[in-house]
């Protein structure tokens, strides 16, 4: 599909040294791509906030001997 956008000159210049005439279209699609991802994951953050409560953990005591006793637990890996 075509698009048609306005780029300053300087952007353009840039552009070109960055990726080349003939292949413009290729790296502003790549940097799309990668700008809405980025995009997406943040929705996602944003739409996981509050998902956990503040308290009523089992780590709320004492968080370092939570981790601790988790690293010890030969079921966990990593």
């Given at each position: 599909?075509?698009?048609h956008i306005t780029i300053d000159d300087a952007l353009v210049a840039e552009l070109d040294k960055r990726a080349g005439r003939r292949?413009?279209?290729t790296f502003i699609a790549e940097?799309?791509?990668r700008g809405l991802e980025d995009e997406r994951r943040w929705d996602d953050i944003e739409a996981a906030l509050g998902a956990i409560p503040d308290e009523g953990h089992?780590?709320?005591n004492d968080p370092a001997g939570w981790v601790r006793d988790?690293?010890?637990d030969?079921?966990?890996v990593g």
């Open positions: 599909m075509r698009l292949r413009r279209s940097l799309l791509r089992e780590w709320d988790q690293r010890a030969p079921r966990r």
